[in-house]
Structures are given as C-alpha cells and as structure tokens.
C-alpha cells in the first residue's frame, strides 16, 4: 500500500503541472499573445450578422488573432456573443483576444450617439442630430413639427408616421414634442433622420407599456393631457414629490378654468434661455401655448419628461395649495394657498 501512495503522489503532481500549463496557455493566448507583435494600431470590420464563429475565422484569416477556437470560446464566455454589431473597430496595442473582445462593446467608428435629456425639447434634438451629422432642423421640423405650432390651418403637418399605442390621443395638429424617450441611444451613421426620430417615439411606447404607472388621480384626462402636464411639471420642479404636488395644483387650475401661469410655456413659445423670468411682452404672447393667456392646457407638451413627471401628471398628490415658486438656487419649492401669500413668496424667495 505504502508503494502505491508514492506513485499516486507524483501522478497527483504531474496533473496539477498539466492544469497548470494548461490555464497558463489559455491565459497566455487570450491576455498576451499577439498576432502582428509590434503594430501600434489596427482596424477590422464586423460585417452584417456576424456570429463569434464567423468573425473568429476572419480574424484568424487576415492575421489579427492567432487562435480561433480560444477568440470564439472567449467572447461566448464573456457573453459578448450577444452585442456584437456591425461597424469599423479600430483597436491600440497589445492586439490580443481579449483586447478585440473588450472592443467590440464599444461604438465603432460606423457609429453615431445620440443623446436626448430629460426637459430637452424639440429645439434640443434638432440641434442634436444637427451637431451629430444627421439632419439640420428644418429637416427634423419637417419630419416631427415645429415648436409651438398649430398645424390645424396648415398643409405642413408633420410627416412622421409611426404605429404607437402612446400616439392614441395625440392631434394631428400638433408636433410629436413630448413622445420621445429621454435616453442615449447608437446608431450608425448612414441612419436618417426619420428612422432615428421614429425609434424615439417607439422607444418612449416601449417605456411607458413596459412602467407600472397608472392613471389612478385623473381617469378623466387623456393619455396626450398627461403628457402636456407632464412637460410642464418636467420644466417646473425638480424632485419627485414636489413634482406631484405641483400636478395636483396644476390640474385644480385647469379644471377650474385657471391659467396655469408657468413660466416654462412661455418660454417655450419665445424659445429664449438665459434665466428663468419672463417679460410682459412674452406673457401677451397671442399663441396658443402661453398659459398666461390661455386658461387650461396648452395643445401640446413644451418638452420631453421623464418618467418621474409623467407618474406626478397621472398620479398628483392632493394638496390645498393652488400656487408655488422654485427657488432657483436650490430647486427648494415653496407652497402657498391665497394670491397674498403667494407673493409674499415671491417677494421673499425670488426678488
């Protein structure tokens, strides 16, 4: 017995060495070994579905990666099989598996980002696409409407045709500002201007079908006035429970006939930035979206709101306030229930 445990003893070691080289080489073939040692850059392409398979075998055909079989097994393991997309890489040295694998979750040099914030509006994204080489805004206005627009007395509607549940509700005769999805989203560069504002509207249905928001407060508004209020409330205030307060105080107003009075559609209207204020010039505005002169809702959204705002639209918290200011400094709202105390807030918090 004693023999054979000193031969079990040396066979044990033998494995562990055999383990050994064995992770070594793989490790060695996917962290250090180079195709083309020496070469301070190199750039390959990702055809049209590619698999790991196909692409592993052209990589190893023009010399950019030694072994196949470990690049396949590689990028399979690290579930980058999945994300693998058409376009232009270009890649620094080392040039080895795990380099081009970790590349290829980048955006190629095919690729352009776009990227929409929250309470941008359709000025924002014109510039966007313009900026990003896509369209000038004249184009983008063609496709999806100008600002503060009625198109009802117009042969220029917008062009956009788009098969979405959240367009339900919507006019024709407005733009499609508020129905895109604030997000960051890549494209390649040859994409149109139609096809990128298009997945903005059906990334936006995905989003609010795939959300828990209900309308539980307001069941008598439609999908499209939760999205005018919820622009609103977007440019308004900034942290989520204010943001459903102020909801409740808007839609008070609008069902008592009231203007809404936010300074946001106003400047919406003159699409002049730089402060907060308006002048009486702007508040006479005679359009349609200046709810100084107008009482209720404006036809349509003044900007794209993000999910916070659209879940304050629906479900306002109720509150006996019917007015409030924003601090400008620190976002902090102050609420008041008579016109009196509501300038004295004024007075106090933004003079």
Known sequence: MAKQKNITKPIRIIIALCVFVGVWYVYSGIYRAEAQPGVESLTFQVEEGDTAATLAARLEEKNIIRNQSLFEWYVRFKKIDTKIHRGTFTIQAPVTIAHI????????????????????????????????????????????????????????????????????????????????????????????????????????????????????????????????????????????????????????????????????????????????????????????????????????PISTPGLESIDAAANPTPNDYWYFITELDTGKVHYAKTLDEHNANVQKYLR
């Open 101 to 300: 694998a970790q590349k290829l979750q980048d955006p190629s040099l095919d690729e352009v980002t776009i990227t929409v914030i929250p309470g941008w509006n359709l000025r924002d994204i014109a510039a966007e696409l313009e900026k990003k080489g896509i369209a000038g805004k004249e184009e983008v206005y063609a496709i999806v409407g100008e600002p503060a627009v009625d198109y009802r007395n117009r042969a220029d509607k917008p062009t956009l045709q788009v098969n979405a549940a959240i367009l339900r509700d919507k006019p024709d005769y407005v733009s499609f500002e508020g129905y895109f999805r604030p997000d960051t989203y890549r494209f390649f560069k040859d994409v149109t201007a139609e096809q990128v504002l298009e997945r903005l509207v059906k990334e936006r249905n995905r989003q609010l079908a795939q959300s828990i928001i209900e309308l539980k407060g307001v069941e008598d508004k439609s999908l499209h006035d939760v999205m005018t209020m919820a622009s609103i409330i977007e440019k308004e205030v900034i942290h989520h429970d204010d943001k459903k307060m102020v909801a409740d105080i808007f839609w008070k107003r609008h069902d008592a006939g009231m203007g809404l009075q936010a300074d946001s559609t106003v400047h919406y209207v003159s699409g002049r930035g730089g402060d907060v204020f308006t002048t009486s010039k702007e508040r006479d505005s005679e359009n349609l979206w200046n709810t100084y002169k107008y009482p209720g809702l404006p036809p349509g």
